[in-house]
């Protein structure tokens, strides 16, 4: 099978001297690039068996960043996430190496650590037991098998009507929002009540600093924003698209930020932010 979260079986060897059995990979990545996609040597995931753990997690990614954006783009990624590491942010860990299909020919891939389980817990105590959402482009479909990419909905609730519909989605529903604000943690709870009111307080737009820094990590979005909006990462959450970014909160009390992922689009000239 070639869907997308169909695993194939692997076994993984690093450096010619461990050897990792009941591994298993799957591709994966944005449809954009059905090229690299399709070739399971350039992009895709991978993880190891629960008795198993290579530095520290279980899961990896890996992107031949050339084949999709060309080698201006090797370091935007790495370099993002040095930016952020340098002034006290979360960033997944990540690192260059050629990768091995069988008798194929070596890729140079960037294997990355995904935005999950393993990487919460690192940086937070129980920090998988948190809220967790990937955030994505907004589509709407019409029973003419019409679709609409709404792009310019952030922190949205309630927003107006792209399209002049009169039965667009209650916006206090779940289900008005979870093909955008994809749940990566507490599936079977479907409990977005938590997201709903924090889009509900923006967009009443009456709440002081106090206010919403008691929901908001608001020093860690700064940082965000400002690494993001520094390199014109213009396919992103914090500039012209409302996608390629992690929401989430912490267990017991915490308070909501961003996460970095996919920076394969900043430092463009004459792109939106561009300094």
């Not at 520290?56 to 990614?61: A, D, G, L, M, V």
């Not at 779940?174 to 009111?197: C, M, P, Q, V």
Request: net charge negative.
């Amino acid at each position: 099978p070639f869907l997308s979260n169909s695993y194939k079986n692997m076994t993984m060897i690093v450096d010619e001297s461990e050897i990792f059995y009941g591994a298993e990979i799957r591709p994966s990545g944005s449809p954009w690039h059905t090229s690299a996609r399709a070739n399971l040597r350039q992009r895709g995931k991978w993880k190891l068996p629960s008795s198993s753990m290579f530095r520290n997690s279980r899961k990896f990614t890996f992107d031949n960043t050339i084949a999709a954006e060309g080698a201006g783009a090797l370091h935007n990624n790495n370099m993002m996430r040095y930016l952020l590491y340098q002034l006290g942010h979360e960033v997944n860990e990540d690192e260059f190496a050629l990768t091995i299909e069988n008798d194929n020919a070596p890729e140079f891939n960037e294997i990355v650590e995904p935005c999950g389980n393993d990487m919460l817990d690192r940086f937070w105590t129980d920090g998988s037991d948190g809220e967790f959402y990937k955030i994505d482009d907004h589509f709407r479909f019409d029973d003419n098998y019409g679709k609409a990419e709404i792009t310019n909905r952030h922190f949205w609730y309630d927003a107006p009507n792209s399209r002049g519909e009169t039965n667009y989605p209650d916006p206090n529903a779940a289900g008005s929002y979870h093909t955008a604000w994809i749940k990566r943690s507490r599936e079977a709870d479907y409990d977005y009540s938590a997201l709903i009111n924090f889009f509900k307080t923006l967009s009443e737009n009456e709440y002081t600093e106090d206010e919403i820094g008691r929901m908001v990590n608001i020093d860690k979005l700064a940082i965000m924003t400002a690494v993001r909006g520094y390199a014109a990462d213009w396919d992103s959450v914090t500039n012209t698209r409302p996608k390629n970014s992690f929401f989430y909160r912490p267990p017991n009390g915490g308070r909501w930020q961003l996460l970095h992922w996919d920076s394969d689009l900043g430092f463009q000239s004459g792109s939106a932010g561009d300094p």
